[in-house]
């Protein structure tokens, strides 16, 4: 058995995005040794949060990129809003509160932000964007930590915790024990493991396993292996594991870390039908930023796990085009052969929605007059008519972002076993948002969780780390 150098280390952060990432800065900037062990190899290190673009941040004035403001109780009640109240007040409102103040610090350590990008989600307010995106941000995480003497080791997956009566005692790696006087999980949720979401979401009334046609469009190392050791090991979890943040995407996204440049936004200015080529959802029903979220599910409850996102001219230059151009056709029978759609009931579909728009002022940046009438499912905003060729139309399938499952904290971010606080293990990021997002989401608060989480749970460590560094020497 080989053993992590003789000396204990102080803190071990497990996982390298960048909930870990900033818990390791921390817990150096406060003394304390630092070890991270992140599972994927340097080449694809930062997890989810490299595919990121920004974090959500209250503020009372405008500053540098954010625009008027965003005080303090307009995000608590966002969140409220978007979680239907599944979310614990004192520990939304601590995120929210770090978010002020976090920038700062963020720069301190080599991350650059920019303004908010014009297009679908209209973020200038409430979002500061990551200047070169998640990719650039963790980066400069790991060139920080590496300057500060963070030890990192990639190809590091741990797959158990050796664990005294809710005291953490050492991580597995393998065959490899690491001991430490504190420790930080930040691992992620578990929704690349695939054997996992199809339990979560179990088996259709066909006999299809829906969770099998899913794009998972981040890392693939979310495996919720501590996750899962955590629930067995009896630590009080939050959060329901069928509930997962699930993005309508193109069907030709790769099975892994497909990011932001798969996910289709024109869903709002047309129709989505189904493999039948039936509608079953009102495309229009609330501004896009705020109904994505629920169209990887939409999508995931049809037969097949499939729809087709259907737009004619008139929609092109509204909405931030994916990667992969769409299949085009200058009638609609044309489109429908190309989607593989049967034809007659695809024009149907088309003239039926057309037939019954009534049209108004359209107007994409409100919520307009342009709606159906005596059509079900209707569409309540933003229907013009498909007449316009050419006619656009792509296919999509359910993108998992991340699931909701997680540990249970209090305000130091510490684990609990039976209600009570572990002194020494701590958790943040994904594997703890649940406790703020309970469901829902809402732009950016991901991040938020993770930095405001990220930072509490490695002071902690290094403070019950050091704190014990200086009980043992003094025995
Ligand atoms: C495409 C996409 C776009 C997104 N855009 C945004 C956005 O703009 N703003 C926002 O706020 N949120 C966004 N999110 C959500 C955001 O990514 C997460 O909220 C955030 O990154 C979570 O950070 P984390 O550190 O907890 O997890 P991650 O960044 O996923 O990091 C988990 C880390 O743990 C490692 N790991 C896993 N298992 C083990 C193990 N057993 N041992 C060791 N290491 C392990 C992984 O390799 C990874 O490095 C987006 C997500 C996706 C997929």
Request: charge should be neutral; glycine fraction near 10%.
């Amino acid at each position: 058995m080989k053993h992590e150098a003789n000396r204990t280390v102080d803190v071990l952060v497990i996982g390298g995005g960048n909930a870990a990432l900033c818990a390791a800065l921390v817990a150096r900037e406060a003394g304390a040794s630092v070890l991270l062990l992140e599972a994927a190899p340097r080449a694809w290190r930062g997890g989810n949060s490299s595919h990121t673009r920004n974090l959500r941040c209250m503020h009372d004035a405008p500053q540098d990129v954010l625009t008027e403001v965003y005080p303090e109780e307009e995000f608590w009640q966002d969140l409220k809003k978007v979680t239907g109240g599944i979310t614990d007040e004192k520990l939304a409102r601590l995120a929210i509160r770090e978010s002020s103040t976090c920038r700062d610090w963020m720069r301190k350590h080599g991350v650059h932000f920019q303004p908010s990008l014009s297009g679908t989600l209209h973020l200038s307010r409430t979002n500061a964007f990551f200047m070169g995106g998640g990719k650039a941000l963790v980066n400069a995480y790991y060139r920080s930590a590496e300057a500060l003497g963070v030890r990192i080791r990639y190809d590091a997956p741990v797959d158990r915790l050796e664990l005294d009566n809710g005291t953490f005692c050492a991580a597995w790696v393998g065959t490899e024990r690491i001991a430490a006087r504190a420790c930080v999980m930040a691992s992620g949720g578990f929704e690349s493991n695939r054997e996992w979401l199809r339990e979560a979401w179990g088996q259709n009334a066909d006999g299809e396993w829906p969770a099998d046609n899913f794009a998972i469009r981040g890392t693939r190392f979310n495996r919720g292996v501590l996750l899962k050791f955590m629930m067995e090991a009896g630590a009080d979890m939050v959060g329901d594991p069928s509930q997962s943040h699930c993005v309508a995407v193109d069907a030709r996204a790769p099975l892994y870390d497909g990011g932001i440049c798969t996910r289709i936004d024109c869903v709002s200015l047309g129709i989505v039908v189904n493999r039948h080529a039936q509608r079953f959802y009102d495309e229009g029903e609330d501004f896009w930023p705020k109904r994505y979220a629920i169209w990887g599910r939409l999508v995931a409850q049809q037969p097949g796990q499939v729809g087709y996102s259907i737009i004619d001219a008139k929609a092109s230059g509204r909405f931030m085009p994916p990667v992969f151009p769409g299949a085009q056709a200058d009638t609609l029978e044309g489109l429908a052969r190309q989607l593989g759609l049967d034809e007659a009931a695809f024009v149907r579909t088309v003239r039926d929605y057309n037939a019954a728009c009534r049209v108004g002022r359209f107007d994409h940046t409100v919520l307009d007059d342009c709606h159906t009438e005596g059509l079900a499912p209707a569409k309540t905003h933003w229907a013009l008519p498909i007449d316009t060729p050419p006619f656009r139309g792509y296919a999509l399938k359910p993108g998992i972002t991340f699931t909701y499952l997680g540990l249970k904290v209090n305000e130091r971010s510490a684990v609990h076993f039976g209600g009570r606080p572990s002194h020494n293990l701590f958790v943040a990021g994904e594997m703890m948002a649940g406790n703020v997002l309970g469901k829902g989401y809402t732009a950016g608060v991901g991040m938020t969780i993770g930095t405001a989480f990220g930072r509490l749970a490695g002071a902690h460590a290094a403070a019950a780390a050091l704190q014990q560094g200086v009980e043992h020497a003094a025995a």
